[in-house]
């Protein structure tokens, strides 16, 4: 098949067969299933609905012991010098993607950033609390950025906040709520304006995500903390928790300034209030509140106008319409009354993208963020102006999927907005925005790959930034756009590159990636349940890519063209939890090794026009995801395999071509392991990427240290050893 110069054709993507799920939930639930804390079904079955809602913690991710074993390997490891990792980037994206059309519609962009927090006491140092590299703080509002968290076990952020009565002192909690993926440990606090921080005890903390961190305006010590289970609160800074609340997500908190005993929670159940400071709490009745659930709801009030409280909701209607409601209170122990609604606001991922404000000088300007950011002025309660001010036809925009809205103290007309392609600021309401993404490197890469031969030459695919390429230096471009997948590039012929979207489907480029010469190729098959990010593996002139179906195709690079896809169909021994390919690796031309999320190693042969049906090789662990297959590259029957899953064993060795296996996990902490790579000159040293970092053998796996010197304790998705 010839490629086509079809616009149509080149921007398409697979999305047949796509559930009635939001994409970042689909997402949300591959990382989880991945690590095997969530049922098969809900990544696998493209008819799967919508998971019921969580009866409790699900299974902890044993991050603090991990990196407490960590340590324990690092002081145990010989004297000398270590090798030390160098931070590649992206220091700057700059030609990021947003759904506007003129003016400054490419700004630079960074990765998603659960939560900002302005320092009351000098506003100039802003702290971001990111999805994926922790906090973060600047000290020139925004020009350049230092990490502040690096060597904590988790640096996957859900909320930040400051506490307005005790200058320098913030609070930070573990775990994305939005994302509700990597799991918290608990709060971080800092004394010294975010510059050094302190796990806190975990209590209730552990095991979730944290929507939201409010600090009661008159005491530094009295917390309240939201997470995807439960209503917290501390009364000693985070020592000791209460558990005042439970069985419900709890999204955002609203103190009363001026009486801190008032405090209003948005949560699953409608919206709560309590009088006594936290400790007690009711439903608070809304006027006209006709709504079967409550998919997310924030609560906000007036900083000029205490007793001004907006609540923002997505709701599923009685006729099962999703609809975004305001309701507005005037008065102290007032009525909220219902008030028009959100104009043109997208709320398929409003479970993940959800977040309002009050404008601090005018009560009757408020910010409400989804995919896009609007700006609302009210006229009455049945007359609202809403402003598209994130996605303009001219003047700035700025990255979709708002996840956070503040305002500078000192300056009202100052809001930062926080979203996927990271933090904005504009100085005037929001009429024109500035990028402060540069030097901010939280960008959440999923899979990379290399040019053969030059060594600055990588491919990335990025968390809703697209695919990106880095031929030097700290900028990485943008060269394909939407959420970027796994990607590959022949060692044949390194110009010619490959790269995937969330679902089936592979673009190709035969001009190293330029931007604007990636072609679609399928494959134009019929829906399959598959992964979120599809394992894509390169050999050469051959490309496959694998769901329940393993598909593969060849190019042929001097005439730019390339061919019909072959189907080698797995075996399916339960229909009802289909098997997919999680991990794809070609051992030759007519030879393809085949790990499945139930733990299975399944043999393609023949080659090209002859590839047989995948056969059962063997079972290195039933149950388990089989993340990454790298083959001995002096000698082809000896074979490693990594599994993610959190139970049983996480590295395996065959010596007989995948028949049997050894477990290679002894010495390295409990915790998923993503990626292997295998030393071309030295078939006992292999390096395996963690969610905590990377680890080394010399022996053949008898014995592991840890290889992540000046290496964020990050979740390694992909290793390359050039």
Same mark, same amino acid.
């Given at each position: 098949?010839?490629?086509?110069?079809?616009?149509?054709?080149?921007?398409?993507?697979?999305?047949?067969?796509?559930?009635?799920?939001?994409?970042?939930? $689909?997402?949300?639930?591959?990382?989880?299933?991945? $690590?095997?804390?969530?049922?098969?079904?809900?990544?696998?079955?493209?008819?799967?609905?919508?998971?019921?809602?969580?009866?409790?913690?699900?299974?902890?991710?044993?991050?603090?012991?991990?990196?407490?074993?960590?340590?324990?390997?690092?002081?145990?490891?010989?004297?000398?010098?270590?090798?030390?990792?160098?931070?590649?980037?992206?220091?700057?994206?700059?030609?990021?993607?947003?759904?506007?059309?003129?003016?400054?519609?490419? #700004?630079?962009?960074?990765?998603?950033?659960?939560?900002?927090?302005?320092?009351?006491?000098?506003?100039?140092?802003?702290?971001?609390?990111?999805?994926?590299?922790?906090?973060?703080?600047?000290?020139?509002?925004?020009?350049?950025?230092?990490?502040?968290?690096?060597?904590?076990?988790?640096?996957?952020?859900?909320?930040?906040?400051?506490? #307005?009565?005790? #200058?320098?002192?913030?609070?930070?909690?573990?775990?994305?709520?939005?994302?509700?993926?990597?799991?918290?440990?608990?709060?971080?606090?800092?004394?010294?304006?975010?510059?050094?921080?302190?796990?806190?005890?975990?209590?209730?903390?552990?095991?979730?995500?944290?929507?939201?961190?409010?600090?009661?305006?008159?005491?530094?010590?009295?917390?309240?903390?939201?997470? /995807?289970?439960?209503?917290?609160?501390?009364?000693?800074?985070?020592?000791?928790?209460?558990?005042?609340?439970?069985?419900?997500?709890?999204?955002?908190?609203?103190?009363?300034?001026?009486?801190?005993?008032?405090?209003?929670?948005?949560?699953?159940?409608?919206?709560?209030?309590?009088?006594?400071?936290?400790?007690?709490?009711?439903?608070?009745?809304?006027?006209?509140?006709?709504?079967?659930?409550?998919?997310?709801?924030?609560?906000?009030?007036?900083?000029?106008?205490?007793?001004?409280?907006?609540?923002?909701?997505?709701?599923?209607?009685?006729?099962?319409?999703?609809?975004?409601?305001?309701?507005? $209170?005037?008065?102290?122990?007032?009525?909220?009354?219902?008030?028009?609604?959100?104009?043109?606001?997208?709320?398929?991922?409003?479970?993940?993208?959800?977040?309002?404000?009050?404008?601090?000088?005018?009560?009757?300007?408020?910010?409400?963020?989804?995919?896009?950011?609007?700006?609302?002025?009210?006229?009455?309660?049945?007359?609202?102006?809403?402003?598209?001010?994130?996605?303009?036809?001219?003047?700035?925009?700025?990255?979709?999927?708002?996840?956070?809205?503040?305002?500078?103290?000192?300056?009202?007309?100052?809001?930062?907005?926080?979203?996927?392609?990271?933090?904005?600021?504009?100085?005037?309401?929001?009429?024109? /925005?500035?990028?402060?993404?540069?030097?901010?490197?939280?960008?959440?890469?999923?899979?990379?790959?290399?040019?053969?031969?030059?060594?600055?030459?990588?491919?990335?695919?990025?968390?809703?930034?697209?695919?990106?390429?880095?031929?030097?230096?700290?900028?990485?471009?943008?060269?394909?756009?939407?959420?970027?997948?796994?990607?590959?590039?022949?060692?044949?012929?390194?110009?010619?590159?490959?790269?995937?979207?969330?679902?089936?489907?592979?673009?190709?480029?035969?001009?190293?990636?330029?931007?604007?010469?990636?072609?679609?190729?399928?494959?134009?098959?019929?829906?399959?349940?598959?992964?979120?990010?599809?394992?894509?593996?390169?050999?050469?002139?051959?490309?496959?890519?694998?769901?329940?179906?393993?598909?593969?195709?060849?190019?042929? #690079?001097?005439?730019?063209?390339?061919?019909?896809?072959?189907?080698?169909?797995?075996?399916?021994?339960?229909?009802?939890?289909?098997?997919?390919?999680?991990?794809?690796?070609?051992?030759?031309?007519?030879?393809?090794?085949?790990?499945?999320?139930?733990? $299975?190693?399944?043999?393609?042969?023949?080659?090209?026009?002859?590839?047989?049906?995948?056969?059962?090789?063997?079972?290195?662990?039933?149950?388990?995801?089989?993340?990454?297959?790298?083959?001995?590259?002096?000698?082809?029957?000896?074979?490693?395999?990594?599994?993610?899953?959190?139970?049983?064993?996480?590295?395996?060795?065959?010596?007989?071509?995948?028949?049997?296996?050894?477990?290679?996990?002894?010495?390295?902490?409990?915790?998923?392991?993503?990626?292997?790579?295998?030393?071309?000159?030295?078939?006992?040293?292999?390096?395996?990427?963690?969610?905590?970092?990377?680890?080394?053998?010399?022996?053949?796996?008898?014995?592991?240290?840890?290889?992540?010197?000046?290496?964020?304790?990050?979740?390694?998705?992909?290793?390359?050893?050039?």
């Amino acid at each position: 098949m010839r490629r086509s110069d079809e616009p149509e054709v080149r921007r398409k993507r697979s999305g047949r067969g796509e559930p009635p799920l939001s994409k970042a939930r $689909r997402r949300m639930l591959h990382f989880e299933h991945q $690590r095997g804390i969530r049922p098969k079904r809900d990544v696998s079955d493209p008819q799967a609905a919508e998971p019921a809602a969580s009866t409790g913690p699900r299974q902890l991710i044993p991050y603090v012991a991990a990196h407490r074993k960590k340590q324990d390997m690092q002081a145990a490891a010989p004297a000398g010098q270590k090798p030390k990792w160098v931070d590649l980037g992206p220091t700057s994206i700059p030609q990021g993607q947003t759904y506007g059309k003129g003016g400054n519609n490419r #700004p630079p962009v960074s990765g998603r950033i659960a939560g900002v927090a302005v320092d009351p006491s000098n506003t100039d140092r802003i702290l971001i609390a990111s999805a994926g590299g922790g906090v973060w703080v600047s000290e020139n509002r925004g020009k350049t950025w230092s990490p502040r968290t690096d060597d904590h076990a988790v640096l996957s952020m859900g909320a930040i906040a400051a506490a #307005p009565s005790k #200058p320098g002192r913030f609070y930070a909690g573990t775990g994305e709520g939005d994302n509700e993926s990597q799991l918290g440990v608990g709060l971080l606090r800092s004394l010294d304006g975010g510059l050094t921080w302190r796990r806190l005890s975990s209590g209730f903390l552990s095991g979730v995500g944290v929507y939201d961190i409010a600090v009661d305006p008159t005491d530094h010590r009295h917390l309240l903390i939201g997470t /995807w289970w439960s209503l917290i609160e501390s009364l000693d800074g985070g020592a000791t928790y209460f558990e005042r609340e439970s069985d419900l997500y709890v999204w955002d908190f609203s103190f009363n300034p001026d009486d801190p005993q008032e405090v209003f929670a948005a949560t699953s159940r409608g919206l709560l209030v309590s009088s006594n400071g936290g400790a007690d709490w009711q439903v608070q009745v809304l006027d006209q509140a006709t709504y079967k659930s409550v998919e997310r709801m924030e609560v906000c009030r007036s900083p000029s106008d205490p007793a001004v409280v907006y609540v923002v909701a997505a709701v599923c209607t009685p006729n099962d319409i999703k609809e975004a409601v305001v309701w507005r $209170r005037d008065m102290p122990g007032g009525p909220f009354r219902r008030q028009a609604p959100v104009a043109e606001t997208d709320l398929k991922q409003a479970d993940y993208d959800w977040c309002a404000a009050v404008d601090p000088a005018d009560p009757n300007v408020l910010y409400v963020g989804a995919v896009e950011l609007l700006r609302g002025l009210r006229v009455s309660d049945a007359d609202w102006a809403w402003e598209n001010i994130s996605s303009r036809q001219s003047g700035d925009s700025i990255h979709p999927d708002q996840h956070h809205i503040a305002f500078d103290p000192s300056d009202p007309d100052v809001v930062y907005i926080a979203n996927d392609g990271g933090l904005y600021r504009s100085d005037n309401g929001g009429i024109t /925005w500035e990028s402060l993404n540069e030097g901010l490197g939280i960008t959440e890469f999923e899979y990379i790959a290399q040019h053969p031969s030059n060594l600055s030459w990588i491919l990335g695919g990025t968390q809703d930034n697209g695919t990106l390429r880095h031929v030097g230096g700290g900028v990485w471009d943008q060269v394909a756009s939407g959420d970027g997948g796994d990607c590959g590039v022949s060692k044949a012929e390194p110009n010619v590159c490959f790269h995937s979207f969330f679902g089936m489907g592979v673009e190709v480029s035969f001009e190293a990636g330029d931007s604007g010469s990636w072609y679609y190729m399928g494959p134009e098959c019929i829906p399959m349940p598959r992964l979120f990010y599809p394992p894509l593996e390169i050999r050469n002139n051959l490309v496959a890519q694998g769901g329940s179906i393993l598909v593969i195709a060849e190019v042929d #690079p001097q005439e730019e063209t390339f061919f019909d896809w072959e189907a080698s169909y797995l075996p399916q021994p339960d229909p009802k939890e289909p098997e997919l390919c999680s991990a794809i690796c070609f051992c030759s031309d007519a030879e393809i090794l085949i790990g499945t999320n139930q733990g $299975r190693i399944y043999r393609v042969s023949g080659g090209v026009g002859e590839w047989s049906s995948a056969e059962l090789v063997s079972t290195p662990q039933a149950g388990g995801v089989i993340s990454d297959i790298a083959p001995d590259p002096a000698n082809p029957d000896r074979i490693w395999v990594t599994c993610s899953t959190i139970s049983g064993g996480h590295v395996f060795l065959s010596d007989n071509g995948a028949v049997t296996w050894t477990n290679k996990s002894a010495g390295l902490p409990n915790i998923p392991v993503n990626a292997v790579v295998v030393d071309p000159l030295d078939s006992l040293t292999v390096y395996v990427g963690a969610d905590n970092g990377v680890y080394r053998t010399s022996d053949g796996g008898n014995n592991w240290d840890v290889f992540s010197h000046g290496l964020p304790n990050a979740v390694v998705g992909d290793l390359l050893l050039h």
